[in-house]
């Protein structure tokens, strides 16, 4: 008979090569997303500059105000839906960080257009057009926050669907010790996620029905 | 990482590191598979303890009086235990008509196979034992091609066969063909490394000296034939396997008994480690593999349902908090929205396990049978790999829970 022992090293030796080749292409795949990803933080970065071009025209040259709206509802859906996607591969299980510092990167631009916004109701005074920023626990491992996250951004989801032209919505991740988020969140008293922080006015903690959010919204 | 990636990390390395170990193993021996040592023909005792066996009883002894094994060279001894239909009256019949039959009637019921297989070994007139069940026929060829593994080598204490199942016709019978083949293949290659742990009640060959040597077959032992062989290499000696011959066995044809069956392996099994677990790291292939293997299969059959009730239940909770606060905002359960594939390095991991795993399987089924890969096999093939083999997790964890309470019987 021939003895196969040699065979428990030659798998372990196998087994453990199989391992290292699936964690560097697990990575190598994470590493390409993240690429994508930083691409599109690139391009909207440039949007973002265009946008505060733009904002500058209007109070420097007095161009109208209407101009830069549609531009700036397009970008912040454009972001939104970027950070949608991010968020489905942030909800897998990752070998790195890279995506979650993204995310970050990302919350920083919504933070910049928010603040843009703004500044751009003081200037314009739009009538009919409300900022709502969502803040919620990135990856949150507790089941009931996670629960109602999902049931928040289906409200919100609904309420942009019903109202796409007046609404600009600005999801923020609370609990990724982002400094100007930090601050944020304490000078408008928001200890818990998720809220909705609604035309800089109002925040709003328990989650409310359709048709009481609408109402908020549209009478803030 | 959380901490469920870890565990599953860890899960796939170990099902990784198995399936790649049997095809080291299998890889430099193929050509060996199937052959066996010539060996010559000498007297032998077959064994077959029967308890209520009368519908199959008379067939069971007409298989070994046909093997193709000098008639003056066997012996068979059927040894009942107490049976309370007409199983000693068919084996009385038998007595009558051939004078190398014999009867022997345990005084009580035992209960279990090994009591009644010592009354056999101890009354038998040779120094090979073949023991045999009563609801199982060997092929005609299984004595001849494995009493050579016996003579080749004074180490090799008992020899097995592979086991199939008998006229599988219900689902779950194919479910357990499938299984057979399976087991009986892993054997073989475990045989390359000196670590066959069982040697099959279906149909076995012992030698009588290795057999009183170390103290015959433990009565309170639920898989007697498992702790025999273990007990074999505490004394030095070791199992073959003999895939070139195989004996049919009947299987369970209802859930309900093939539950039971495996509720009853898995307390023996479960008994062996216990048993021997002074053997860890000691006595041969038996401290080096075979209980390190029972020992992590066990472990990890455990912790996988621990942990798939954890996922149960966390999604179930979610589900109903999802629901409760949908309710509540008057918005949507679920959203398409919500749907996404996005695979993550574990997801490709498990599932080329899973394809590997599958893969191996049909490989086997192709290689020790005329198995056909039609619709309804693809189905059974498919079912086994993901219903089959998840139900052995509850199974060990009750039979673990009856070994506990001490609530066990044959």
Known sequence: MVNSKHAFWQALVFTIIIFVIGLMLGLFIENTRASSF??????????????????????????????????????????????????????????????????????????????????????????????????????????????????????????????????????????????????ILNSYNISSSPSLLIDDKLVVSNLPSFDELEKLVLQS | MNWVDIVFFIYSFIGLYFISLFLFIYYPNRDKLFSYPKGKPEPVSIVMPCYNESATIGHSIEALLNLDYPKDMLEII??????????????????????????IVNSRNSGGAAEPTNLGIRAAKYDYIAVADSDSSPDKDALIKM???????????????????????????????????????????????????????????????????????????????????????????????????????STPSKFSRWWKQRV???????????????????????????????????????????????????????????????YHANTVIFSFSDLSFAPSVLNFFGFTLFIIGLLFTIFVLKLVSDYSLKNKNVFNILFYHIIYLSIYSVLLSYALYKLIRGNYTW
């Open chain 1, 38 to 183: 930083e691409n599109y933080v690139s391009i909207s970065e440039t949007s973002l500059l265009d946008e505060q071009i733009m904002n500058k025209l209007v109070s420097d040259s007095n161009v109208s105000c209407n101009l830069t709206l549609n531009n700036t509802f397009s970008f912040a859906d454009r972001i939104y839906t970027q950070a949608q996607s991010l968020e489905k591969y942030d909800s897998v299980s990752q070998l790195s960080d890279s995506l979650r510092e993204i995310h970050k990167r990302y919350d920083l631009l919504r933070i910049l257009l928010w603040n843009e916004m703004q500044v751009s109701q003081k200037r314009c005074n739009y009538q009919n057009v409300h900022t709502i920023v969502y803040f919620f626990d990135y990856n949150s491992n507790d089941l009931n926050i996670e629960s109602e996250q999902t049931a928040f951004s289906h409200l919100l989801t609904d309420l942009k669907n019903k109202y796409p032209n007046n609404i600009i919505l600005i999801p923020i991740a609370s609990n990724l010790n982002i400094g100007s988020v930090n601050i």
């Open chain 2, 78 to 103: 059927v040894v009942d235990d107490m049976s309370k239909d007409d199983s000693a009256k068919i084996v009385r019949e038998y007595t009558k008509k051939y004078n190398n039959v014999r009867l």
């Open chain 2, 147 to 249: 009493i050579g593994f016996l003579q080749e080598d004074k180490l090799v204490g008992g020899v097995t066969c592979s086991v199939v199942a008998k006229h599988p016709v219900n689902f779950i019978q194919k479910l357990q063909q499938i299984e057979y083949f399976v087991i009986g293949f892993q054997r073989k290659l475990l045989d390359f490394i000196d670590s066959v742990y069982v040697t099959p009640g279906p149909f076995a060959l012992y030698k009588k000296k290795v057999l009183l040597e170390i103290g015959l077959f433990d009565t309170k032992n639920m898989t007697q034939d498992i702790e025999i062989v273990w007990r074999m290499h505490t004394h030095g000696y070791k199992a073959r396997m003999c895939l070139a011959t195989k004996v049919h066995t």
């Open chain 2, 264 to 326: 009853r392996w898995n307390i023996g099994g479960t008994q062996c480690i216990i048993r021997h677990k002074k053997s860890l790291f000691k006595d041969g292939m038996l401290g080096i593999f075979i209980i390190p293997f029972f020992t992590i299969t066990t472990f990890l059959g455990l912790f996988g349902l621990v942990l798939f009730a954890y996922l149960f239940f966390t999604r179930l909770i979610s589900t109903y908090l999802s629901t409760y606060y949908a």
